[in-house]
């Protein structure tokens, strides 16, 4: 068990992470070196060497490994990001680089996207130093800058120039998954992620003839470029199933005594109520206008019209999702990606799937886990080229009324320090044994 000292240092590590500002604009402004050397102390009080390894200066990633009992067995990665999305302190009850703790709840920016689980992982190490306790598996602990925006100074870095430090993992837990989930009919439902949708961000550009606004354009660039961002905008993608999708439905259905099997999957997330939220955005693609730019002048008709797609495509769809993009930009509009990110998709049953599972359930007895595809992507889609399955782990029992999707890049970021502790008793009991 994770000791009472551990429970208290959760509280001050995740309040202390907070505290340090890695606001990350996406402009390589961010400076994670700070909490960067504040984990590398924690991890060497604990008796490990880790390494600080950076890019750019000031884009600092930490890397350690914990020496398992059995040399035989595969290494398993545990990652969490130090960088946060930025926050508007103008909007927020509390300061959000302040890390308050009030009521039992700690406040800030990144109390659950991630510095609560940076602050788990190191307790959890340090507990196990003052009890003298070693994983079975060898454990890389890896905490990655730049996880909001590019990966480029983070993940990306240390799979491209230093794969050797994650040799032997096969697998590995980071981002999102294992928090609960209310139903809104007293159902606590803890979702583990087992794949993330792929990323492809698309620039779409349109030509046409420039001229006078007065006069007859029936080649206008901003015209053109308005019908092919209706026409994504407006389409329904169709359904497609990856295995874990699937195997969220019919685990959600199975939980509400529906009959997944003959029901069609709009039907589906119909009848799964409040619970459709966990799987809907992830049977199908999607793709979200999000950006348009044109013209400078009200009577002149610009050459050019740019607009911005999010694009997100499921497991072994993205050759269709390109052809979809083709024929709904039409002749006049080119696309192409801004950015490029694959699909993910673990087994749901594995045995470290059932391991999370039951690391759950023994201090969430009530509660009922489920495997799901994250919408988005973390880490663990760099990752994934060294060969590491990932999955979403990064446990937080969440009283009804405190919805974790919101709290997500969201005003009045904050965790309660029972939810901490439940992650830290969870992960402790999780790594002992995976
Ligand atoms: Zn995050």
Not at 183 to 209: C, H, N, Q, V
Not at 362 to 384: I, L
Not at 414 to 431: E, K, Q, Y
Request: hydrophobic fraction near 40%; include cysteine.
């Amino acid at each position: 068990m994770a000791d009472q000292l551990a429970l208290d240092e959760v509280v001050e590590f995740t309040s202390g992470l907070i505290r340090i500002d890695t606001a990350n604009r996406g402009g390589g402004d961010c400076r994670e070196r700070p909490a960067a050397e504040y984990a590398a102390e924690r991890l060497a009080g604990a008796g490990l060497e880790p390494l600080l390894l950076e890019r750019a200066p000031g884009r600092t990633n930490v890397v350690a490994r914990i020496a398992g009992t059995d040399p035989s067995a595969d290494a398993l990665l545990v990652h969490g990001h130090l960088d946060v999305v930025p926050a508007e302190a103008a909007d927020w009850r509390v300061h959000p680089f302040s890390g308050e703790v009030r009521d039992g709840v700690v406040w800030g920016r990144g109390a659950v996207d991630m510095k609560n689980m940076d602050a788990m992982i190191l307790a959890v190490i340090r507990s196990w130093a003052r009890q003298g306790v070693r994983p079975r598996r060898d454990l890389v602990i890896a905490f990655t800058a730049d996880e909001e925006a590019s990966a480029e100074d983070g993940s990306g870095f240390l799979t491209d120039r230093h794969p050797e430090l994650f040799e032997g993992c096969t697998e590995g837990i980071g981002e999102s998954g294992a928090f609960t989930f209310h139903d809104g009919s007293g159902r606590e439902i803890y979702p583990i992620g087992a794949g993330e949708r792929g990323t492809a961000w698309l620039k779409l550009s349109a030509r046409g003839r420039a001229g006078h606004g007065s006069k007859v354009n029936r080649e206008n660039a901003v015209t053109r470029l308005a019908a092919a961002v209706t026409r994504i905008g407006e389409h329904r993608w169709p359904p497609r199933l990856t295995p874990t999708v699937r195997a969220a439905l019919d685990a959600l259905a199975a939980l509400y005594g529906i009959d997944a099997g003959t029901t069609d999957v709009d039907t589906l997330l119909e009848k799964l109520g409040p619970a459709a939220r966990l799987v809907e955005a992830t049977v199908r693609n999607s793709a979200n206008p999000t950006m348009l730019d044109a013209g400078y002048k009200v009577n002149v008709v610009p050459g050019e019209a740019v607009a911005h797609v999010d694009g997100r495509f499921l497991t072994g769809t993205e050759e269709e999702f390109a052809a979809t993009l083709d024929q709904l930009t039409g002749p006049d509009v080119r696309w192409e990606f801004a950015h490029r990110e694959v699909a993910l998709q673990a087994p749901v049953d594995a045995p470290l799937f059932a391991r999370m599972r039951t690391a759950v359930q023994e201090f969430a007895p009530e509660g009922h886990v489920v495997p799901y595809c994250m919408s988005g992507g973390t880490d663990a889609k760099q990752f994934s080229r060294l060969g590491i399955t990932g999955y979403g782990f990064s446990p937080l029992k969440l009283p009804a009324g405190l919805d974790h999707q919101a709290l997500f890049h969201g005003v009045d970021e904050r965790v309660p320090v029972t939810a901490l502790h439940f992650g830290v008793r969870v992960l402790d009991r999780f790594l002992r044994t995976a």
